[in-house]
């Protein structure tokens, strides 16, 4: 593969311009490693790509549209915008260039000197660059909640695999801006909408994740995410049964809306040959999390990165297994793909470790991130997080690691990114978000 330069290189103002080589050796315990340079997997070799055999994408690529940036905001120190990014790479696919006349240049930012709380969203030249499909191969794919954080890496996902994608969203926990790379894009379309309303399209393949996923967000309106869930995934399999799609629900355990969900699924296949695959995820963490969401992940990065307490709930002894976003895209794929359709597949890890010690690891990692100049120092003065332990929430499971020996078996699948490599990504994203304002 021709090297591609990774646009965080052009963008950020900490670890890009000062690229220590940092290839992590599981061998030298708090190190820290280059994005673009390839990732050491669980295995010790070092990964250049994610997903099965023929269908693997460059993690270059995929970090090229969630570590770089469409938004701009000025220099504190000057109060001048940067520069536009740097031509994209030479794709291996045709290009399709905007129309000039919406070239962002007519509205150059630095025009708005004395606007200082402005920030300008950039558009790209060229679309990162799509497999060639032959039309035989290419699905008509539909995510739905695609613009949420699981939602926008499957679509990424896809359609760098050269699939035409139509993503179905509310945006009630999704954002425009985790997809804005492929607005206008001819294998991609965005439709704002409600999943509790039926939707007329024709598709090959559904993949259903529209449903608010963080406490927070599905806690704020419970009758809302209840009919999300049923007449939601009610609406979405009477598509799969109109069109004859194969549908993939993303379920999980201990949840109301998603036994519902899993039964309708399930009931759907029974009655009327619906081709169903339900997979339930486990601690999913990664970049495009919501800063606010209260997830483990998001509430220790956030508050290292700006030297807050990092709080735990109750004595920190629960347990979590967490997985990085790569990893379950990958097994949403394999299983969607696969002929196993007879039960529910647990995707997530096995890395099973107390809140505790996930709270100092994060902590850890944003200070070795810090010393190697990835992300910006604490202001002067400002001391480093210390932990805090805060009363125990209600109904917080005591312990969470999947049992995934299905997934092994039926789809051949396992988890190939060590959580620290997952984390350090996902604290470099967050930094990112916190430079630009996104707090
Ligand atoms: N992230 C995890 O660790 C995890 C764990 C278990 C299950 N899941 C499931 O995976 C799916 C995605 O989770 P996520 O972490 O990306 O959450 P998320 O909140 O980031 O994404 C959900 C998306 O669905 C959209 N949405 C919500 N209600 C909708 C509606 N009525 N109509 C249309 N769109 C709607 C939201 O705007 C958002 O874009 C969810 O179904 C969730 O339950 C995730």
Known sequence: MDSIPSPINAGMRYSPRNPTSRIRDPSQAGSVRSIGSGTVGRDGQVMYGVGGHGDEVPIELLQSVYLSSNAMSPNPDTGAFPMPASPQPESVAPVHHRSHSLSSDRFSPNSVLDWPSAVSFTTRTTYPPVRRLARAQKKRILVTGGAGFVGSHLVDRLMFLGHDVVVLDNFFSGSKCTLSHWVGHPNFELVRGDVVEPLLIEVDQIYHLACPASPKAYQLNAVKTLKTSFIGTQNMLGLAKRTKA??????????????????????????????????????????????????????????????????????????????????????????????????????????????????????????????????????????????????????????????????????????????????????????????????
């Open 246 to 439: 194969r549908f993939l629900l993303s379920s999980t355990c201990y949840d109301e809306g998603k036994r519902v969900a899993e039964a309708l699924t399930y009931g759907y296949a029974r009655q009327d040959g619906v081709d169903v695959r339900v997979a339930r995820i486990f601690n999913c963490f990664g970049p495009r999390m919501s800063l606010d969401d209260g997830r483990l992940v998001s509430n220790f990065a956030v508050a290292a990165l700006k030297g807050e307490p990092l709080q735990i709930y109750g004595d920190g002894q629960a347990t979590r297994s967490l997985m990085f976003v790569h990893d379950l895209i990958t097994g949403l794929i394999a299983l969607m793909d696969s002929s196993y359709s007879e039960g529910p597949v647990n995707i997530g890890t096995v890395d099973e470790g107390t809140v505790l010690s996930w709270a100092e690891e994060i902590l850890s990692l944003v200070k070795e991130l810090r010393a190697a100049g990835s992300i910006a120092p604490l202001p002067l003065g400002q001391l480093e997080s210390t932990i805090e332990f805060v009363p125990a929430v209600v109904d917080d499971p005591p312990r969470r690691k999947p049992d995934i020996s299905r997934a092994k078996e039926q789809l051949g699948w396992e988890p190939k990114w060590p959580v620290r490599a997952g984390l350090e990504e996902t604290i470099l994203y967050f930094a990112r978000q916190l430079e630009e304002g996104q707090n």
